[in-house]
């Protein structure tokens, strides 16, 4: 069965300082990944996703994630956060012949201004 | 931008009485889902809908629990007889046709078992 693991549960940084949040998955065919972020009382929102072809992958606000496929990791990056970035951050996988999303158990990051 | 839409926001309900939790999914999406995080966990899959009827569901989604499209637009989660446990946020999300789309999440329902 797919699983995520997200192994911090919460990261507190200041603003401009690097992130990375870590996402490992385990899968045995071709892998849909995913990260997703739940700002404080907003619905979860698509940061960016990995299909195929360029492991690494660019999304919105400046986030970025590489593939590393011997790894089975899929780790979020941004190089400068800001205090706008505070939220929940979701890794997950596509799972199941339907296309449901298998979920980490989220990160939750807080950026002091 | 077309988007999930889900009512209530919040529901306030007795243990033992039944919930209907609705969803508009994006018009032209063909994939229905419902997912529930429980405060402090992770988002947990419960049950996919596509072509009328449940394309997989998981183990939480037991006989207390059913879904429906009523009507072509709505995308309805009904708990028959609500636990303490069910309390919970419960997002809708829906996909298109497309294989490696994304799902489209709404805001979610807060349900609150007393």
């Known amino acids: 069965a797919q699983s995520v693991s997200q192994h911090n549960h919460h990261v507190i940084l200041s603003e401009a300082a690097s992130l990375e949040l870590g996402c490992n998955y385990s899968?045995?065919?071709?892998?849909?990944l995913f990260w997703y972020v739940q700002y404080p009382g907003q619905h979860l929102q698509l940061l960016l996703k990995?299909?195929?072809?360029?492991?690494l992958v660019k999304g919105i606000k400046g986030f970025e994630a590489e593939f590393i496929k011997s790894k089975f990791s899929f780790n979020l990056r941004k190089p400068s956060v800001q205090w706008s970035d505070t939220a929940e951050y979701f890794c997950?996988?596509?799972?199941?012949?339907?296309?449901?999303?298998?979920f980490g158990k989220g990160t939750k990051l807080s950026v002091k201004p | 931008e077309p988007e999930v839409t889900q009512t209530p926001s919040h529901q306030v309900t007795q243990m033992g009485q039944e919930v209907i939790l609705r969803c508009v999914p994006i018009s032209n999406h063909l994939y229905f889902y419902w997912y529930r995080q429980i405060l402090g966990q992770k988002v947990e899959f419960l049950v996919s809908f596509y072509n009328n009827e449940i394309s997989e569901k998981s183990e939480i989604f037991d006989d207390q629990f059913s879904v429906e499209r009523p009507d072509g637009s709505n995308f309805t989660l009904k708990i028959r007889s609500t636990k303490l446990e069910d309390s919970a946020m419960y997002f809708c999300?829906?996909?298109?046709?497309?294989?490696?789309?994304?799902?489209?999440f709404g805001e979610g329902s807060r349900l609150t078992v007393l």
């Open positions: 999300a829906s996909r298109g046709g497309v294989t490696t789309g994304e799902l489209f």
């Open positions: 899968y045995g065919g071709t892998v849909n």
């Open positions: 990995y299909f195929s072809g360029d492991p």
């Open positions: 997950a996988v596509r799972g199941g012949s339907q296309g449901n999303l298998i």
